[in-house]
């Protein structure tokens, strides 16, 4: 059996629900930090690309945003985002892939991502599409992984026993202030990465690694395509890897490394 792309909107969308379930309540608070850093207040129109089951979303409407809108290339996330706000009017979702956003040009005060953005498949344009709809003097906030810390051996374990397309875009290297400046190119000014850490807690080793092969959909769908011995070798090694962040009493406490990145449109 083939290993599916890492992107595809299946992937995703097979794993929506048990990713709102387990991944966007860790999420959450660095999702308010983000939108915290880009000042978002009563007057703003917000945009949250790749908003999955609506975390980031929800984080700026908590902060009084004016409306945000929020689309995502998996239909499963956007249904599980409608699902959570369904008492929200403010908040309005749809399917939309974030290379090509079909959205008005200036539309928005403030566009935000929460580990979304970052793994379009051509950052260039992601980020063009991103500064494209923000008005002028707009402010952009995106969450990235840092690179050389934790996740970036959580992924580098991981996937050395998955089948991974050839080609794909690096989402680390957002997180290199360089990189990421010439990424979001000059229609974004004033480019600033905050350090910031989203912890992830599980009852034990392989109670982390359960959710994680479950509930993300990039590691979800490379799992299900393996063998059963394949699998029981992934099993040991990520059962390994927890192991560093087991505390005395037995639970996992995995300080994830993060950044804030922030900018405003030219």
Do not use: K, N
Not at 8 to 27: E, G, L, M, N
Not at 68 to 94: I, N, S
Request: proline content about 6%; glycine content about 8%; charged content about 20%.
């Amino acid at each position: 059996m083939s290993y599916p792309s890492l992107g595809i909107p299946q992937a995703w969308s097979r794993v929506a629900r048990d990713y709102q379930r387990h991944i966007a309540p860790d999420f959450l608070p660095a999702a308010g930090a983000m939108c915290r850093a880009v000042r978002i207040t009563g007057d703003d129109r917000v945009l949250d690309v790749a908003c999955g089951p609506g975390t980031a979303a929800l984080a700026a409407l908590e902060l009084g945003a004016r409306c945000v809108v929020g689309v995502d290339f998996a239909m499963g996330m956007v249904a599980a985002a409608r699902e959570e706000a369904r008492a929200v009017p403010a908040l309005q979702l749809a399917v939309a892939d974030a290379l090509a956003l079909p959205l008005a040009t200036e539309r928005f005060d403030v566009v935000i991502s929460s580990f979304g953005l970052i793994f379009a498949p051509d950052p260039v344009r992601a980020a063009a599409e991103a500064a494209r709809v923000l008005r002028p003097g707009g402010r952009l906030g995106l969450l990235a992984w840092r690179p050389g810390g934790s996740v970036g051996a959580y992924q580098e374990a991981a996937f050395r026993h998955l089948e991974v397309p050839q080609g794909l875009h690096d989402a680390f290297q957002w997180g290199e202030p360089d990189r990421a400046r010439v990424w979001l190119g000059a229609a974004i000014t004033q480019v600033a990465l905050e350090p910031i850490e989203v912890p992830f807690e599980a009852a034990s080793p392989a109670a982390a690694w359960a959710v994680l092969r479950t509930a993300t959909g990039r590691v979800a769908a490379g799992y299900a395509a393996l063998d059963t011995r394949a699998r029981v070798r992934l099993d040991r090694e990520m059962g390994r890897f927890f192991e560093q962040f087991r505390q005395p009493d037995g639970r996992v406490l995995w300080r994830r490394e993060a950044l804030i990145i922030r900018g405003i449109r030219a």
